[in-house]
């Protein structure tokens, strides 16, 4: 539980609060302006109505007496929770958790609006790691090529960019010479916040056309990249992260480090 919890903190950043906002309600149907409050109005879809933020009603009768924007956010939070259920269970996504945040943001994103269902070609490659073709499978679909809402046009167009980004990362990522963990050492251990961190890498992997360095904190969170080029004495230096903490360090997406700053 407490992983789970984990997490969806991290999907669900402030930033993307706002996009989920913008993206389910950017002209505000449903405010009063002088109550303060969301009431229900009528669901594009059809069926019940929605409040607030892309919230489906339980029944015509439900919030008439409005709700506050805070409580209209706490709705979206718990919707955007039950679409990551819904990814790791009915579309059976199991490796959501180690997916970059931004990828798991889109997926967020394209399911909360019902896009991806698990027999979809789509979430097919996803499952198979065909990042490649998901882009184009996503937006090969009628609602994209004739809808007249530039609004789901440009939401489903920031899908398709993140699922490109990410095809373009696995491809960099496969092109970069392995390195082995027993090849490599770190240098103090630990360091304080900023202090110069020293990477030694045995003699016998050298030279190295590039080495990348991508650094992650809590939970996977991304921090920080690292790039050498031409390497061939075998010494890396970088500035630790200036937060205390325990922070996982990636070299060329294969040999894994742990950077402790105290």
Do not use: C
């Amino acid at each position: 539980m407490i992983q789970l919890k984990t997490i969806l903190l991290e999907v669900i950043t402030s930033d993307f609060i706002d996009k989920m906002k913008s993206w389910e309600n950017s002209v505000l149907k449903g405010w009063d302006a002088d109550k303060e409050k969301w009431f229900p109005h009528r669901s594009l879809e059809g069926g019940l109505p929605t409040i607030a933020y892309g919230h489906k009603l339980s029944s015509n009768t439900q919030y008439k007496t409005g709700i506050s924007d805070s409580e209209a956010v706490k709705l979206l939070r718990d919707d955007i929770s039950k679409a990551i259920n819904k990814i790791k269970n009915t579309l059976r996504i199991s490796n959501f958790d180690s997916l970059p945040l931004y990828v798991q943001q889109a997926l967020v994103n394209a399911t909360f609006r019902g896009e991806l269902k698990s027999t979809h070609r789509t979430v097919e490659h996803i499952r198979n790691n065909n990042w490649n073709k998901v882009a184009s499978e996503y937006l090969d679909n009628d609602e994209y090529r004739t809808t007249n809402d530039s609004g789901i046009r440009k939401r489903m167009k920031w899908n398709a960019r993140q699922f490109e980004k990410y095809a373009a990362a696995l491809k960099f990522s496969s092109s970069l010479m392995k390195i082995d963990k027993d090849n490599v050492k770190v240098y103090p251990i630990p360091v304080t916040p900023g202090q110069e961190v020293t990477i030694i890498l045995d003699r016998s992997i050298l030279p190295i056309d590039e080495i990348q360095l991508e650094i992650f904190g809590i939970a996977g969170k991304f921090i920080k990249k690292h790039r050498w080029n031409s390497v061939k004495l075998g010494k890396l230096q970088f500035p630790a992260p200036k937060t205390p903490g325990v922070y996982t360090g990636l070299l060329n997406r294969s040999a894994s480090l742990q950077i402790y700053v105290r």
